[in-house]
């Protein structure tokens, strides 16, 4: 078997704390980006989402920042629950390629 | 809508096996794209379909694997022989625009 994992950032908050993640992408071409939840056993689910004509976009509980000047993307959740543990995953979207580049993914851990 | 469906859910195989998985995309949707997931690489994107064409496969590791899409409603992903490194989740996932809607995935461990 594998010996050495992939070593993703870990977060850890405390129940009813704000949570902010983080993530850098590389290409100022990107024009969409998504944050998808993946939960333990379970295949990736979108949070939200935001074009790069916008800087904020907010859902429930959850605000997506981006700033393209510094290419960086945040995924605010507010008063965090312990169903928010879970890997967090920003994708960009590229131009005209029809598929979705992935980070590596962020682990939140909700201490209750 | 039952969502994207994958089969099946778990796969255990000895080294030299042909293993094929399969996926049922969102009715109406017109991408699908095949990824795998393991600890040290995190979530690769293998080959996405649109309208049943396959459009980039530049993410399948060699020769082994293979991808079809008969049909809007199916997919498969084979892989022949099978090796040990190839054991990791794999998911599929369609979409209709840009949002992409995964399935459970196929947990593959090959001994």
């Known amino acids: 078997g594998e010996s050495v994992g992939l070593h993703l950032p870990t977060l850890s908050v405390q129940e009813g704390d704000n949570s902010i993640i983080n993530c850098a992408y590389s290409?100022?071409?990107?024009?969409?980006f998504i944050w998808y939840k993946q939960e333990s056993g379970k295949g990736p689910q979108f949070i939200i989402d935001?074009?790069?004509?916008?800087d904020k976009r907010q859902g429930q509980r959850v605000t997506v920042l981006l700033n393209k000047t510094v290419k960086h993307l945040s995924l605010q959740i507010a008063a965090t629950q312990p169903g928010d543990s879970a890997v967090y995953f920003c994708?960009?979207?590229?131009?005209?390629?029809?598929?979705?580049?992935f980070g590596k993914g962020t682990k939140l851990s909700v201490k209750p | 809508d039952a969502g994207v469906i994958q089969s099946p859910r778990h796969e255990v195989t000895e080294m030299g096996q042909e293993v094929t998985l399969r996926c049922k995309p969102i009715s109406g949707h017109n991408s699908l794209f095949w990824y795998r997931q393991t600890m040290m690489r995190g979530l690769e994107l293998l080959i996405y379909?649109?309208?049943?064409?396959?459009?980039?496969d530049s993410g399948m590791p060699e020769d082994r694997f293979s991808a079809k899409m008969p049909n809007a409603s199916f997919s498969t992903l084979k892989i022949q022989p099978s090796e040990p490194r190839d054991s990791a989740v794999y998911f599929c996932?369609?979409?209709?625009?840009?949002?992409?809607?995964f399935g459970p995935g196929t947990r593959l461990t090959v001994l």
């Open positions: 379909f649109n309208n049943n064409v396959p459009i980039d």
């Open positions: 996932a369609s979409s209709w625009g840009i949002q992409q809607y």
């Open positions: 994708a960009e979207k590229r131009g005209s390629q029809g598929n979705l580049i």
């Open positions: 290409n100022s071409a990107s024009d969409y």
């Open positions: 935001i074009r790069s004509n916008m």
